[in-house]
DNA sequence: CCGCTTCTTCACAATCCCTTCATCATTGGT
DNA sequence: ACCAATGATGAAGGGATTGTGAAGAAGCGG
């Protein structure tokens, strides 16, 4: 199993990445400094290291130089602006890609796994998402219930896709949230209410009754997993 | 191993194509009419076939149009005129490549291995792309959209072929400009909308409301896959 | 050096859809 | 059965995204 380190002073963060990155499949070790992460990473020699560019003391910048030294460990930077000077910088010194915040922990986990694909031939996740009648073609956006094909924009895409990778697994607000808009910026929860009856207009044969993305009072939203 | 079917209504050519091709490792069925062609090619699914234009009762496009309905088997189509028209005609239907006779035997090995690779590799390595009723030449840089032919800058040729070569995968516009431009200019994201709209003036009938080049809001582009 | 084609940029209009709000329906505890 | 909390829904607003024409660059051939 694949060892990823994360690296962010900012412990929200670290802990999105952490949740979303185990949850698919990787097993997480986590630093908030610099220091801490150059020893971590040669200690336990992870497969991936993603990398906040803003660190105190020892920034991004510092660890990748001094990490490039004795290793190719491959690195995935998370930049907080668009600055196009830190991107090439970045990527200059050794970075396998960049996320500029706010990104949705959807995206690192597909850029680790598109990093990983690149390193090893071998055969990356499923890129087709499947359960009840519903399949989800990510990399095409598409989405289908049996043979119709459905519409949806990419925030309703996202959203359906997060509940569908986990049919069962109920999903709070704010975890929906994080994940179609990015831990960065933040909006009402209610949101993702309007985004749910959108969603069931168009995949529901009878809206009132759901059959596939149903609420749980009190909590939040799931897909149906019988 | 691969089987081809060959389908000549001359004994000879149909001959000399079998022997070349048994040598060049592939399993060879042959038929001599277009009927025959049919009835063989559902029965036993050949991997690829080499088709004569000029045939008895049924001809090279019959056979084409009718296989097309159910199968994406590759063809190689062979002409006996050099005329244009018949060239195009017959990529318009759906062959992959095309030979114009007299063709030495081994020209033949060398484009069915040309097909097997593209198709080994995946998609995207293609001389021809159809997609709906849309052809391109790619070595010929000739686009058609049913029997009428686009004239196309080259920068919009590139930008439809990426499209075209996988029909209903999103592309952002990075994606797009790195296609068209390399990775190592830079320009303006918005630079793609432009070239998209003089794309759609020419390939759309209605640019208003596009049949083949696509939105998806909030991501980029695509090509229409149904 | 000029004119033509093509590519890029810009500005503004048109469109989309995300969010919010107000209101009504439903839920579940008492 | 009540009622307070939670969810559903339609409508409206506004920010973001895309469409479009025109004008400015950049090539290219003559």
Chains 1, 2 share one sequence.
Do not use: W
């Not at 290291?49 to 920034?59: N, S």
């Not at 907080?80 to 090439?88: M, N, P, Q």
């Not at 690192?108 to 796994?113: D, I, P, Q």
Request: hydrophobic residues 40%; glycine residues 6%.
């Amino acid at each position: 199993m694949k060892e990823i380190l994360v690296v962010d002073d900012e412990a929200r963060i670290a802990e999105i990445c952490r949740d979303y990155l185990q949850r698919a499949g990787f097993k997480v070790i986590t630093a908030s400094s610099g220091e801490d992460a150059l020893s971590l990473a040669r200690a336990r020699r992870p497969d991936l290291i993603v990398l906040d560019l803003r660190l105190p003391g020892m920034d991004g910048l510092d660890v990748t130089r001094a990490l490039r030294k004795q290793s190719n460990v491959p690195i995935i930077m998370l930049t907080a602006r668009v600055e196009e000077s830190d991107k090439l910088i970045g990527l200059e010194l050794g970075a396998d890609d960049y996320l500029t915040k706010p990104f949705s922990p959807r995206e690192l986990v597909a850029r680790v796994r598109a990093v990983f694909r690149r390193i090893d031939i071998g055969p990356g996740q499923s890129d087709v998402i499947r359960a009840l009648d519903v399949t989800l073609d990510v990399p095409r956006m598409q989405a289908r219930v049996g043979r119709r094909s459905l519409d949806l924009t990419s925030t309703e895409f996202e959203l359906l896709a997060m509940l569908m990778r986990q049919p069962g697994r109920v999903f709070t607000r704010s975890q929906l949230l994080d994940a179609i808009r990015g831990v960065e910026t933040e909006s009402f929860d209610r949101a993702i209410d309007a985004h749910v009856k959108n969603l069931r207009r168009k995949i529901e044969s009878d809206p009132r009754n759901p059959r596939y993305v149903l609420t749980v009072y009190g909590v939040g939203y799931k897909f149906a997993d019988a």
